[in-house]
């Protein structure tokens, strides 16, 4: 048997690449309903072809065919808050048939060349079933930063949990936008997601991520509804989701999620409310909702079932320091 070539994903690797994927285990969506096989392999030849419009793909080929792919890409967004070139990995697929050898010189030659491309940092999200990548990432020095469960809602299948609840909810206004900020400034502060857990992250600059992040939901038009939740006429809570455009373009499937959301803690308990009202404004324009939290987020999770979501699937993300 040959040794593990690895080099730059080309034309003639095609072939050999649909392959990988369509018989790869941990598709990110293979829990997910209403996608078919096809579908899943639909979604992550996608990707794929995004990464090689503005990243690196590399392949790992031994005795004539394609084992493993990997991808970087850009962070642009991150890198201007954090100050060093960030950047992540989209993509680690692997078949039944990359030995631990294939995947880690996969792994050294994408290292290899997000250092001569100046990266100084990336993050990796694997699937919490896929061991074989996370002993990988572990031998090379990537560090666990936190766990994301996802839950899905299907209108069409599923029936919407209901509560009492102490706040009006709505859609957002434009004279929301002052409160909304006030809201994810302070729900986030010292919050303990991926970037806080990063020890050489500086802590303020996480705090301010989040905020951030929330002027562009609310002024870069990033989001496909906002709801806020209030109580005597002030803003205590919001959610910020979009349409998944990627999913869309790949498979026809209209899924809304993602985003950010938060309560002050005179709001607490408005986000089982915030959240029953999108899916109700939603039920009858998308095929299915899904949101993530970290693991360790237990009232979050308890919203989850309270509204009858079902659970999807679980990521762990690793972070590496490329110097």
């Known amino acids: 048997?040959?040794?593990?070539?690895?080099?730059?994903?080309?034309?003639?690797?095609?072939?050999?690449a649909r392959a990988l994927i369509e018989s790869y285990r941990y598709n990110d969506l293979r829990r997910y309903r209403l996608f078919s096989r096809e579908r899943q392999a639909a979604y992550l030849l996608h990707k794929l072809a995004a990464c090689r419009a503005d990243g690196k793909v590399l392949v790992a080929e031994r005795d004539g065919a394609v084992r493993a792919l990997a991808a970087a890409r850009p962070l642009s967004w991150d890198s201007s808050i954090f100050g060093v070139r960030m950047g992540h990995v989209p993509l680690f697929v692997h078949g039944e048939g990359a030995s631990r050898e294939d995947l880690a010189a996969l792994r050294d030659a994408l290292l290899d060349r997000c250092r001569a491309d100046g990266y100084a940092h990336l993050n990796v999200r694997a699937d919490a079933d896929d061991f074989p990548l996370i002993h990988c990432l572990e031998a090379a020095g990537f560090f666990l930063t936190d766990t994301i469960?996802?839950?899905?809602?299907?209108?069409?299948?599923?029936?919407?949990g209901h509560g009492k609840y102490l706040f009006k909810t709505r859609l957002y206004r434009p004279e929301d936008h002052d409160g909304v900020l006030r809201v994810a400034e302070e729900a986030y502060r010292g919050f303990i997601g991926r970037y806080h857990a990063d020890p050489r992250l500086p802590r303020e600059r996480c705090d301010r991520l989040y905020r951030l992040w929330a002027e562009r939901i609310l002024d870069a038009g990033i989001a496909e509804r906002i709801i806020v939740a209030e109580r005597k006429g002030k803003v205590v809570g919001f959610l910020g989701y979009r349409l998944k455009r990627d999913i869309l373009d790949a498979t026809g499937v209209k899924v809304v999620g993602g985003g950010l959301g938060g309560c002050l803690p005179e709001g607490f308990g408005a986000y089982v409310a915030i959240l029953e009202e999108a899916m109700r404004e939603g039920m009858r324009r998308y095929d299915m909702q899904d949101f993530e939290t970290q693991l360790g987020n237990v009232n979050i999770v308890r919203v989850y079932q309270k509204l009858n979501f079902e659970y999807a699937r679980a990521r762990h993300t690793f972070h590496a320091w490329l110097d």
């Not at 996802?150 to 599923?158: D, E, L, V």
């Open 1 to 16: 048997m040959g040794g593990c070539a690895v080099r730059e994903c080309g034309p003639g690797d095609e072939a050999g």
């Open 149 to 160: 469960v996802t839950y899905i809602f299907i209108p069409r299948r599923q029936e919407l």
